[in-house]
């Protein structure tokens, strides 16, 4: 059964660069530098007379479901966080409920406990499994997330392109905004769809773009919201300012792939590198078993395995501060 130790050892090394994925992404979408700037932009134009006059008109809005049941859902909205889980999955594309995402967790959980009690036994070791497997619907909202805020971004600067053009043509705004969601494809042509609608039902252009960037946590995208409420509220050449932002994104989408280009002999180096121990281990586990052995019935062993993996996953975090650039 020793395979099951390096397989729990790559499991738990996987959960956790995913969990400290995670918690970078939501710091640098939420409380780095950038993003509290941009929100007390945002913030700024929020209290201006022209919102507080429709203040209330964003309530007419209703907000997304966090479960079927009316009775769960009151239930739900008690407990602290669980709207800002609701518009991280929503974030996603995703049609999950709160309560059926936590309902698919509690199942995989279950289902990982049982079959770790099947295969090995151990209480503790069957408790890895259900966290493990309990994490698995978190790994997939979070792929979600990131793969369509990387689509969205990706067709930003078609997006101010089109603006930029409509608005030249002589359309209004609110009418460039249904053609962006009628021209564009998904993901996000359904984000400013949204905007439209809302519109369309008698919110305000602002307050239903200030939404959108709340909804969308993408810093180019809230610069190009900043860009529209200031020329609403100052005036100026809106078509101008879109070209720009267009030049803007694209040549720093180019410089990131650059980056990413560069920095790819270091990523690959990181992942040989975390990769090659357990690589090692299981070569070990086939061609010699007797050799692991006195490693896990010495008490040291374990000891050992959890300082080399806490010095692994701050040799992971270095390497990526290396080769990950913030532009």
Known sequence: MD??????????F??????IEAAWQWWFSSQSKAARRVGQRLREISTSKHVDKHAHS????????LAESPELEKLLARIPGVLRLSGFIGQGGMDWTVAQFLSYSAASFFVGLVLGLALTGVAGLALLFGLLAGAVPSMIVVRKRADRLHGIERQLPEAADLISRSLKAGHALTATLQMLADELPDPISSEFRQVSDEISFGSP?????????????LTDLRYMVVAILIQREAGGNLSEVMTNVSVLIRQRLKMMGDIRTMSA????SAVI???LPVAIAGVFTVVSPEYLVKFWEDPAGPTMLGVAFVMMIFGVLWMRSIVRVRI
């Open 3 to 12: 395979w099951l130790y390096y397989g729990f050892g790559v499991l738990v």
């Open 14 to 19: 996987i959960a956790a660069a995913l969990t």
């Open 58 to 65: 964003g309530r007419m809005f209703k907000e997304m479901r």
């Open 205 to 217: 252009l602002t307050d239903a773009l200030q939404r959108l960037a709340e909804r969308v946590p």
């Open 265 to 268: 002999e270091g990523r690959l």
């Open 273 to 275: 590198l975390c990769m």
